[in-house]
């Protein structure tokens, strides 16, 4: 640090430390602090705010933590600035009773929480799914002579969000500009959000269609959960329209975008188009994903569309896309819907090789495409091989393999398997009877 001429000073150090915010090297603004007092300066409250502050950027709330309870006993009195960046580095690390904790310790040792010291503590219960403790802090802060802002009102929309909350969001939505605050487009997005999670589509277009009048450009997170909306709503026009819209809005669409839209082809039947969604999205800068490919299979599978469906499958590694187990279950259901056990049953025991263990959906397929082949021995082979795997059969797989042993005039194993599944504590159906 000593230089010819140039004696350092606790102004030069602080300068240092904050320089390190930038490549988030915590370590050396740590080391700096520890080294002042052997170069003969007393580090001050500026210098600790700064490496605190450091800890944040890094993700290291632990060290954050220990800097501010070592201030003290420094000498150096702990202020607003320092219980923020502690606040925030509890928040980012998702340790939210520590944060909760400082905000109410601050009172008690003469320093004021300030809007961004209520506000990162929202964002702290919104990220741990503590939406009645978000709301709590928000409507507190007026009594405690802190004025929200559009950050404080943002982070308990999102917990409202997360906590499938809609009217709630919708209602700090509408009582912000009450408050003196502009909803800006993350208040708009969260609370879009808010309504496609609970399932309420025409509430989350009209908000998404109110966004131009309230000055504001929707950007990709507000269409993406609209489009979302119509999908969960089997609107599937509407959620090809928005996809449509989106770049003549100056938003260019993502994976998320491209695979609302497929999936909604997918459920409304439609797997031409969800085909052509899935083949345009190179072209349109885009790299389909696990869910882009799954999805696409599971269209061609209700469309009856096996060939098109293992065509898919086998073309994911290539496109450096990995298959996962719902990739492979609509797959084997597409040849299971087709008549084509061998394929089936060929990729149930293809899935350990690629990494993947089957579930109960894949076991039920195949156990169906013996079924429907007339192969019996095959399909109670593979009932009976599902605990060993950990899986428990269900009616659905205990409803197949009866009924292969209906079609193959196996009384006896029918009765057995109707009695195995009571005992099982499998309650048989209509279909099992």
């Known amino acids: 640090m000593r230089q010819a001429g140039c004696e350092p000073n606790v102004f030069s150090y602080s300068i240092l430390i904050n320089l390190c915010a930038r490549s988030k090297d915590w370590k050396t603004a740590v080391s700096l602090l520890r080294?002042?007092?052997?170069?003969?300066v007393q580090p001050n409250v500026i210098s600790y705010n700064a490496a605190i502050s450091v800890c944040e950027k890094a993700s290291q709330w632990k060290k954050?933590?220990?800097?501010?309870?070592?201030?003290?006993?420094?000498?150096?009195?702990?202020?607003?600035?320092?219980?923020?960046?502690?606040?925030?580095?509890?928040?980012k690390a998702g340790r939210c009773d520590e944060a909760l904790s400082l905000l109410r310790e601050m009172p008690d040792v003469g320093v004021q929480p300030d809007v961004i010291s209520y506000s990162a503590a929202i964002s702290a219960c919104e990220k741990a799914g503590r939406c009645d403790e978000a709301l709590s802090l928000l409507r507190e802060m007026p009594g405690a002579g802190v004025q929200p802002n559009e950050y404080s009102y943002n982070a308990a929309i999102s917990a409202c969000e997360k906590a499938g909350r809609w009217e709630e969001a919708v209602s700090l939505l509408r009582e912000m500009p009450a408050a003196g605050l502009r909803p800006n487009v993350v208040s708009y997005s969260a609370a879009i959000s808010a309504c496609e999670k609970a399932g309420r589509c025409d509430e989350a277009l009209s908000l998404l269609r109110e966004m131009p009048d309230a000055g504001l450009s929707p950007n990709v997170i507000s269409y993406n959960a609209a489009i979302s909306a119509c999908e969960k709503a089997g609107r599937c026009d509407e959620a090809l329209s928005l996809l449509r819209e989106m770049p003549g809005a100056g938003v260019q669409p993502d994976v998320i975008s491209y695979n609302a839209a497929i999936s909604?082809?997918?459920?409304?039947g439609r797997g031409n188009e969800a085909l052509s969604l899935l083949r345009e999205m190179p072209s349109a800068g885009v790299q389909p994903d696990v869910i882009s490919y799954s999805a696409a299979i599971s269209a061609c599978e209700k469309a009856s569309r096996c060939d098109e469906a293992l065509s898919l499958l086998r073309e994911m590694p290539g496109a450096r896309v990995q298959p996962d187990v719902i990739s492979y279950n609509a797959a084997i259901s597409s040849c299971e819907k087709a008549g084509r056990c061998n394929e089936a049953l060929s990729l149930l025991r293809e899935m350990p090789d690629a990494g993947l263990s089957p579930n109960e959906y894949s076991y039920n397929a195949a156990i169906s495409a013996c079924e429907k082949a007339g192969r019996c021995n095959e399909a109670l082979s593979l009932l009976r091989e599902m605990p060993g795997a950990g899986l428990t059969p269900n009616v659905i797989s205990y409803n197949a393999a009866i009924s292969a042993c209906e079609k193959a005039g196996r009384c006896d194993e029918a009765l057995?398997?109707?009695?195995?599944?009571?005992?099982?504590?499998?309650?048989?159906?209509?279909?099992?009877?």
């Open 64 to 91: 954050a933590l220990s800097l501010l309870r070592e201030m003290p006993g420094a000498g150096v009195q702990p202020n607003v600035i320092s219980y923020n960046a502690a606040i925030s580095a509890c928040e």
């Open 35 to 40: 080294e002042m007092p052997n170069a003969g």
């Open 416 to 433: 057995s398997l109707l009695s195995k599944m009571q005992e099982d504590g499998v309650q048989p159906d209509v279909i099992s009877f």
């Open 264 to 268: 909604a082809c997918e459920k409304a």
